[in-house]
């Protein structure tokens, strides 16, 4: 035990070690507030054990049983039992005989499961269209073997397993993926033991490589080979998806040498810098994939490598892949030459075999095992297993899948039968030889037929042939079961086995020679058993698909209307059956019996929500305190809308125009337009009058006034600055000019512009001279002067161009000349060419000519002109826009894209508007609501916001610009209606929410008259209909709205086919609404959608990686966009017709450059590329401007991709590759130098917590502040601010020390200030101040105070990120006191003086929005967030810095937070930093386009119910029948695709006839019961119906019993009852896998404080049994559901005979060419026993499965036939227990009981593993869930009710528990 306890069982336990515990301490610390789970490794093997559960769906078959594998699935329960025991020693002692003694090492040495604590993500969501991901090919296999539907106790259904590889492959590709599968050579050494499995094995990499379009790698050896490492290296994968080695295993594999395999490999991978995902826990849906994914940390890896390895070695052990088992290779064959030659014999017989490769393979392996099995005394036995093997394969070719699909007999009853020993071995002999075969066949491949190899064999088939032919042998019968053509081919095949054996042998027919023996014990079957077994088939009909759920007959308009069609067809009960009545009258007795209304009508989620106060109270001293807070209320909004408009912004005046004179004022408005268009033609032609004449002198003479009142200005002031500095003097200059008007006074202007140009030529006089020398000189300027220089040469020629005189040309032609860019002068006037141009400027005394020369190779740029501003002045380039204003914009000029919105507002348009952030698409939304505050007081906007923070922005703003709007009484401007809490929400013109609330509304039958008010609905960053969580509520509000929508977003990749849906359920709605309806509104809408799509990003962002080294003066090092991409993307995307390069990876004028010079270096020679250069590329020197424009940088960055792209059509592949690692290299070697310098690994918490200082440091000293910095971890914000402040605070003090302020005297002087504070007080507070006047001596020495004071505050400035002056601004003490609760040494407010702040969804709403108003005031520098920043929050800045990884962090979350930097009208370029990442997830993040949005699963029973109750109780029943059939015909997933539709309709008629079955529909769909309550709580399908359920039972009746001697009163324990129902029904989050009791019981013994259980208890079992009931009718119904669907689709799908993604077709029904008559009695035979089936997929059907099976299973999903649809929400049952595609349970997070017991919010974070923020959202969603609950059964229950009093208790108690936790205070 001592040396065990030495070893560390954990990661987080090699903080013990000496030599790596320092850099460990960091990472390991961090766990824990990041919510994982705690580190409690059980050193014990038995940690890794899952306790056996053997399924019980797969037929007996003991007949291949061997004593290498476990028993079988239905064996005698007696035998069973008798053997459990010692089966279980010989099973553990076999498990350590085939596993080495390495892999008893990695078992006792490896992390336990509960180390590894993956996150539950959409999988695709990031790497759709990205780098590939990686599946480990034996992990898949492993699994697909594990799966519970696939029998393969039996001899293998191989054709069943490829169906469920390509299933799995072909689902992931549809969804986007791109992935590579990789065998390892070494692997295979796993499945030697167990032949069937190694067969299947060479079958699936064979078939993949030969038939499908997947690439499939077979060459590398190990995880741990080089050959690994470059192959990562090269592809650089985005994740791997692997096994945790720990399923439910299929019979023969050894589980510890399983355990101990995959879970090195995971350890190998995880090392290489990789991340993984468990496969067994993949689950789909029709548009995204979950799966447990975990997050490489490769300092953690490595040192955990350190660490466990070198135990190893002290061991003797070398832990490679190839050391954790044993060699057990089977045999090999004697002879490999004779074997070989066999193969060729064969092969030239390959052409008349019709199974190719798999008829060569079958003959030779039996060919094989004949030859070896002769030598025994079972030779003839061998020979007709053999025989009966052939047969089977012939008919292989000929039946149907249908035909195949057999219900085995019970072979332990049999009365006959070959030795089950000798037959298990011939069949493993046959499969061993089978591996060799193929294994020596691999070269043959391309020659011969592969497609059959799939169904290499079928052990069903073989089997039940086996017993019929036996039977039919018994009988003396065998000659009259098997026809004339079958016989033929079994000789055929024979006969080629004949001729390669080297064995005499018999003849093909008979089959059976060998005598049968009886098995003792059994019985020869009767003929009236025969009989029986005849009425089989029959049995299996009636068991199947003619035991369907009965359907309620239904009346209803909305039902006739969507599938009324479909409807009719199915068979209905009548209206009087029992079982319609009893379902229908259920709620009567219920409300009977304990005396409820469950019928009554509940207030909705809006009357729930908490109102803020919209009426006032009766009360004085509350109206009083009321109003107060209002005030304040209103102060604080009007100061954060402010914030966010910026200085000087005034209120838009808003006039209500009359609705009668609307139209008159539009006709104005145009006619106004002609008028003004046609006096400016008129004044063209027509003569002024006298009248003007004397206007314009008079104008003329003012004008002159005013100009020499500027030039009498202009001289003093250019008089004072003779003696002026440089910098001062431009600074003046710049302040006159923005006083007298840029263009007012033209000529005072020009000449103050020339005088600043002269300056600046001074400065970088100056600046050159100092510097030493040419630009090649280190001592050479920075160029920010010399572009400063260019840029107002090109100021004045754009503004003052027409009033410059010669002389000034001349001058500013000079200042192009001095710096060496004279041909820049050619794009100007041409009297600047003259000589005297190019002297005017330069320095006195430059006479000669050699001089002059001199001069002007000094204080040259030393670059071309073109090069000079792509170089340096990209981010300063033109920008070609309208010059032309627009009256409905008065703050700038919009651009056309943006005039075409405001056109789709004045027309009642609808838009969907995509563009980059920060170009402008959000003015519409406020121009949208000025218009309809403008039109009425009537009218509605509705602003939907994805987050409560945006929702408060969005609030401010609107008050800020409309407050001042005249309202009617009890009517306000806007208003607010989130989860949390409403105000004005429905007495407002513009309301601002999120989208659940607003489908709240538009749902709920009494508010259909608000609704009607709507005039328009703004969706802001619409593509969160993309998202995991709340998606499908985006797209139905787009349904519903019964007005016009803008819809906004950056970031959408197939704009046209959303743009395209949109329109389709416009048009419907068009035809619905009718012309009449729409004459009577006074704006009607036009039911057109219009599509705005602009991609042109105002500022360029320019990458850059941090990477500090001792060899590199810069660790800001540029990345160029293209440095992430390969050569084979390139090559795979050639054909894309949206480009090969990634849609958003574009070039700054820079980049370009870059491109182009490394082009040039590659490929010098190559005549297309010179025509390239900066300086003789057509498109800058045909230009008419001074400057290059930005439109033509762009061309030239498409040109030279264009030219990229050239090469690689030309296959010049090495070149292309070249120019791609050249603009890769810098970055490379410098990442590389600091790998090796830096101890901490670049992507820990170690590297960012160290050199988060001097990264702040670095930006500011290149005045790249601003910034935000963007990480997902939560702690890791608070920390990094903490860390800044202690460090700099230490840097302030060390600074003082050095100018001798030391700490005492700071103390002193702190003292002295305060007390002439006091005595300034005191006199001022005297009427006689002259009289009160201190003494000197009294006084303190201010002097020295004012010094020291001085010098702590330039020490405070110089290591703080605050501007200078705002320090101690009024402005800042304002919103420090918004937060004066928080205590001075809080982190934050330490944070808030040194200039830097924290913001994340954890703060309160005071704080975020003191730290966001401070920002944008600039009183911050620099903010670490989370990405709640991200979605639309106004705080611009200059860089954006991404600080460490996160599976969260994907390329959609990339571009919204990179959107953040170089915001328009702030920064002309953007800086992204990114720190602490490593590189291929940068790459990926660049390199990935947004995923495309493809909608979601439309319907669920609860929207069908939501539904149900609108269009029966709205106010306007028939505008609510058109919502709800907008919203059933038009989901966006069925758009163009018609058989969808199809299969919606019959998935509605299934939820209709659930909820009436459930009674909460009556026969004609009218709500009933307690719908009310199962529509409330919506959001938690299928828990709300059966908590419906549940109560309907009268279960929490029986539960919900007070205390003995109390009424009111409930006992803990019955509240613990009812939590832990509530917590199983609504706080459901399940944990991995691997997560058993047992692994808890061991955590939880070395873990003396732990608190929780972790694993959820199960249901009391009277809930338990009841919920199974639910079950089973819900399953019934479906199962029916299914048949149904299946039936209607057949004759679009047709039979399902072709595998998905290989597309390789097998026999249909009756084209086998085995006619079934009496000529075929094998056939008929076999008939009596086929599997009849209409749901499950004909290939499942191969492993015995039916639909009643089917409905049975826990993984439906797999099972299903091809053209179904169904995931595994689609059905409401309620999973007791959930299991993964291997059978394994998967227990639920005990978080929401646990919290209730001990109330100890950091327990749930240590003990559960929930992160911290996601943890308060998941208590506070369960508590508002228990209110929720408590709130309707209030009002449906009488009060004296014991379940109402109950849940009244448990809601008091859980907020109670809640607010303790949190210091929330309690409001009454």
Known sequence: MAGREEIPDSWEQLDGEPDITKDLDEDSAAEVPDGETPDTADSSDDSYEDPEEEASLRPNSAVFNSPRRLSSDEDDSDTADSESGESDCETEDEDDGEISSAAKLCLKHLPADNHIKPEWVSLLHDFVDSELFIIDGDSLLLELLSEVNLDWSSGGQYLHFIFLLERFLHTFHQLGGIFHIVFLRDMHVLWTGCPSMMLAREVMILHLQQNTPYTVTTDISSADSPDWREYLQKNRPAFVAISDGNQNLPLGLPKKAVVSVFKTLLLHVLSGGVNCVFMSEIEHTATKAFGFYLECRPHKMRLWFEAYFSRYRKEGQHPSML???????????????????????????????????????????????????????????????????????????????????????????????????LLSHVMDQVQVHMVDILQECRNLVGEMETKFLCDIMDGRLFLQLSYLILEAHSRGQQASLLSEDLCCELEDLWSIVTDISQSDLGPAIPVIVSPVDRTEGKNHPTDQQEQNAHSVSDQLKASGINRRAAFFPVSNQLVDAFAGSVNNCLPHLDRTDREVTAAITENQDFDETYHWHSGKPLADDYDNTKDNHEQLPTDKLERKKVLKDKQKYSRHMQSYGESLEGPGFQKVPIV????????????????????????????????????????????????????????????????????????????????????????????????????????????????????????????????????????????????????????????????????????????????????????????EGSKTKTRKDEDMRKYSVQMSSNRFQLQHMGHLLKREGRQDADPRVQQFIPDTWQRELLDAVDNNESALIVAPTSSGKTYASYYCMEKVLRDGDDGVVVYVSPTKALVNQVAATVYARFSNKTMPDGMSVYGVFTRDYRQNALSCQILVTVPQCLEILLLAPHRQKWAQKLRYVIFDEVHCMGSEIGAEVWEHLLLLVPCPFLALSATISNPHDLQSWLQSAKDFQKQSDGQAKQKKKANPQLYNVRLVVYGERYSDLEKYVYLPCSNSQDSLVPMHPYSVLTLKQLQDNFDNPEGAFPRDLTLSPREALQLYDTMAKVWPERDSLKALEADAYRGFTTRDRLLITKAQARKYEADLKREL??????????????????????????????????????????????????????????????????????????????????????????????????????????????????????????????????????????????????????????????????????????????????????????????????????????????????????????????????????????????????????????????????????????????????????????????????????????????????????????????????????????????????????????????????????????????????????????????????????IFHQICVPKHGSSTDFSDEVLRQLVLILANLFGRLYLPAFYTPETVKGMQRRRELSQSKLILEDLPDVVSSSIKEYNQ????????????????????????????????????????????????????????????????????????????????????????????????????????????????????????????????????????????????????????????????????????????????????????????????????
């Open 656 to 843: 209500v125009r009359q609705k009668s004179n609307q139209k008159q004022e539009e006709k104005e408005r145009k006619k106004k337009e002609r008028q003004e268009k046609a006096k400016t033609a008129k004044q063209k032609t027509v003569k002024k009058s006298n009248k003007d004449l004397i206007k314009e002198a008079h104008k003329k003479k003012e004008e002159e006034a005013k100009t020499s009142q500027m030039l009498q200005q202009w001289q003093t002031l250019k008089a004072s600055l003779k003696s002026s500095k440089a910098v001062k003097s431009i600074q003046e200059l710049e302040r006159f000019l923005e006083r007298c008007g840029r263009e007012q006074v033209p000529l005072v202007g020009t000449e103050v512009q020339i005088n600043i140009l002269q300056h600046k030529l001074d400065m970088w006089k100056d600046q050159c001279s100092k510097g030493g020398g040419d630009s090649g000189d280190s001592g050479h300027p920075n160029l920010k002067t010399a572009v400063d220089i260019v840029q107002t040469v090109s100021n004045i020629v754009d503004e003052y161009g027409q009033h410059l005189k010669p002389k000034q040309k001349q001058d500013l032609a000079g200042a192009l000349g001095l710096l060496g860019l004279s041909d820049m002068v050619g794009y100007m006037d041409a009297d600047m060419l003259s000589e005297g141009g190019e002297q005017s400027m330069l320095a």
């Open 1673 to 1868: 009718q819900t399953r019934r119904l479906f199962h029916s559901y299914l048949c149904n669907v299946a039936e209607a689709l057949a004759p679009q799908l047709g039979q399902e005979t072709s595998l998905p993604a290989s597309q390789i077709e097998f026999l249909s029904p009756g084209t086998g060419g085995l006619p079934s008559d009496s000529s075929q009695p094998l056939l008929a035979k076999l008939q009596q026993s086929q599997i009849h089936y209409s749901v499950v997929s004909a290939f499942a059907g191969l492993s015995g499965l039916n639909d009643d099976k089917l409905q049975e299973s826990n993984n439906m999903f797999e099972s299903v036939r091809q053209g179904l649809y169904m995931d595994r929400n689609s059905a409401p049952t309620f999973p007791l227990e959930k299991h993964d595609r291997c059978g394994r349970r998967q227990y639920l997070n005990s978080y929401a009981l646990d919290f209730f017991k001990h109330q100890s919010y950091d327990a749930i974070i240590k003990d559960n593993g929930l992160r911290k923020g996601f943890a308060f959202q998941a208590l506070k969603d369960f508590k508002m869930t228990i209110k929720s609950i408590y709130t309707a059964l209030e009002q449906l229950g009488p009060e004296e009710d014991n379940v109402v009093r109950a849940f009244r208790q448990l809601a008091e108690q859980y907020e109670e528990a809640f607010n303790n936790a949190f210091n929330i205070k309690s409001k009454t």
């Open 1205 to 1594: 792209l050239t090469w690689l059509t030309e296959h010049q592949l090495e070149k292309v590759g070249c120019v791609l690692r050249m603009l890769n290299s810098r970055l490379v070697l410098q990442q590389s130098t600091c790998a090796q310098e830096l101890k901490p690994d670049i992507t820990s918490r170690v590297f960012l917590k160290d050199q988060i200082v001097k990264l702040l440091d670095k930006l500011k000293q290149e005045d790249k502040l601003p910034a935000l910095v963007f990480t997902f971890d939560r702690g890791l914000i608070e920390d990094l601010v903490d860390i800044v402040d202690v460090t700099l605070s230490e840097m302030q003090m060390e600074t003082l020390k050095n100018i001798g302020v030391t700490e005492a005297s700071i103390k002193k002087d702190q003292a002295m200030i305060r007390k002439v504070e006091k005595k300034e007080k005191r006199v001022r507070d005297k009427e006689q101040r002259a009289s009160n006047i201190l003494e000197a001596k009294d006084m303190p020495d201010a002097e020295r105070v004012n010094q020291d004071s001085a010098n702590r505050r330039l020490a405070f400035l110089k290591h703080s990120f605050v501007s200078e002056g705002l320090h101690s601004s009024e402005e800042l003490e304002k919103y420090k006191k918004r937060i004066f609760y928080l205590p001075d040494d809080h982190p934050l407010k330490r944070g808030l003086r040194r200039g830097i702040g924290y913001h994340h969804a954890g703060m309160n709403a005071k704080e975020r929005q003191a730290v966001e108003t401070m920002f944008r005031n600039k009183h911050l520098k620099v903010v670490c967030a989370t990405a709640t920043l991200a979605l639309g929050i106004h705080m611009p800045c200059k860089t954006v810095v991404f600080a460490g990884d996160s599976v969260f962090l994907d390329a959609l979350e990339y571009r919204q937070m990179s959107g953040r930097a170089g915001r328009r009208g702030f920064d002309p370029v953007g800086n992204v930093v990114f720190f602490g990442l490593p590189r291929p997830k940068v790459n990926r993040l660049l390199a990935a386009n947004v995923p495309r949005l493809t909608g979601n699963y439309p319907l669920t029973s609860s929207l069908v119910l939501r539904i149900m109750l609108l269009t029966t109780r709205a106010d306007d029943k028939t505008d609510a029948f058109n919502k709800a059939l907008n919203l059933l015909k038009h989901p966006f997933l069925s758009h163009d695709k018609p058989h969808f539709h199809d299969q919606l309709q019959h998935h509605f008629l299934f939820s209709v006839q659930f909820l009436m079955q459930q009674g909460l529909l009556d026969l004609e769909g009218t709500p009933q019961g307690m719908a009310g309550l199962a529509s409330h709580l919506h959001y938690h399908e299928p828990s709300n119906f059966v908590l419906v359920w549940l109560l309907q039972k009268g």
């Open 323 to 421: 050391s954790v088992l044993q060699q057990n290779k089977t045999e090999d064959c004697k002879n490999k030459e004779q074997l070989r030659g066999k193969v060729m014999a064969v092969k030239q017989l390959g052409p008349s075999l019709p199974g190719g490769l798999r008829d060569v393979v079958t003959v030779l392996a039996c060919a094989q095992v004949l030859d070896q099995g002769l030598t025994t005394a079972d030779a003839q036995i061998t020979e007709d297993i053999v025989r009966l093997f052939l047969l089977h394969v012939v008919l292989l070719r000929h039946l149907s899948l249908k035909q195949r699909a057999q219900q085995l007999r019970d072979f332990n009853k049999a009365p006959f039968s070959f030795p089950d020993e």
